[in-house]
């Protein structure tokens, strides 16, 4: 498993231990970050080098970035389960096409980082989902070859301002983008064969309740469609990322809704990636 962090200040990237990590960034200054070994196609290389190494910062010693720090672009992917697209109770069928929106980097933290719940609204709520990193880029992608063109998977609490995103008539980009309100990690798992994304359970669970569950298989629009279809009008690049879609069982669904609130602990995991826990902060 690969990721990002920082100690004292400083980022590095390397390969994840149960005990901690082993920095590899000092010794590749010509790959800035994560992004650029995937560019490179060097993954396998890295984790080859990394064995018999050992830990260079120990657990408790260093905080977690996003493993991808620098993406050129990160699109979710929204509505994508079919009882999300039944909790909107417009009478409305699934749609043909997928509905997308832009997130930006700076929006999310890494692994044990708190979301920042901001001073303008206290509708803050959470949204477990799998996110792909694209390894192989292109443009007009066959879905048929989609799924070689991810080089990692990771987790995301695509973290939501609920009252922002009603803001306009025609998008939710600004309830999706605050500082701090989402999350990503904790680290990439190498994607190497289709069973890692077709079937995979998926669990969002706040102070230890079950939120959301369900699997990928039920997705209405399955990851190689996605891959297809945002290829088709922008061109992927190595390192960007795409977030497939959240269950059913959001905050703002509840009745009274349930907004997260300093004291939370939200943890989204995924069988055969791992767990992604944040806490909550007021900003």
């Known amino acids: 498993m690969f990721a990002t962090y920082r100690y004292k200040g400083q980022q590095f990237w390397g390969i994840t231990r149960p005990e901690g990590m ?5 010794d590749h200054p010509e790959w800035p970050s994560l992004r650029n070994v995937i560019a490179a196609g060097a993954l396998k290389q890295i984790a080859q080098e990394a064995q018999g190494r050992e830990i260079t910062h120990p657990l408790g010693s260093f905080t977690w970035d996003i493993p991808v720090p620098d993406p050129e672009k990160i699109i979710c992917v929204g509505v994508n389960f079919p009882d999300r697209n039944a909790e909107y109770k ?10 997308l929106f832009p997130r930006f980097a700076r929006s999310f933290v890494g692994h ?25 880029g292109g443009r007009r992608i066959p879905e048929a070859d989609a799924l070689t063109h991810i080089a990692a998977l990771t987790l995301c609490n695509e973290g939501t301002i609920r009252d922002w995103v009603r803001h306009a008539k025609f998008n939710v980009t600004q309830g999706k983008n605050w500082d701090g309100s989402g999350a990503m990690g904790p680290s990439l798992i190498p994607f190497t064969h289709t069973a890692q994304i077709l079937d995979v359970g998926l669990q969002t669970r706040v102070n230890g309740e079950i ?15 996605q891959i297809a279809y945002i290829s088709t009008f922008t061109t992927l690049v190595p390192g960007d990322i795409i977030v497939t879609g ?21 943890e989204v995991e995924a069988e055969g990636i791992g767990t992604l826990r944040n806490g909550v902060r007021d900003e």
């Open 112 to 136: 044990e980082q708190p979301l920042t719940r901001p001073p303008e609204s206290d509708k803050l709520d959470y949204e477990g989902e799998i996110a792909i990193i694209i390894g192989t």
């Open 246 to 266: 959240t269950p059913t069982g959001a905050g703002a669904r509840f009745d009274p809704p349930r907004f997260l609130k300093p004291g939370d602990v939200i």
């Open 22 to 26: 082993v920095a590899l960034s000092p």
């Open 90 to 99: 417009d009478g409305q069928e699934a749609p043909p096409n997928m509905s």
């Open 211 to 225: 939120r959301q569950d369900d699997r990928t298989a039920r997705m209405l629009f399955p990851v190689a469609r």
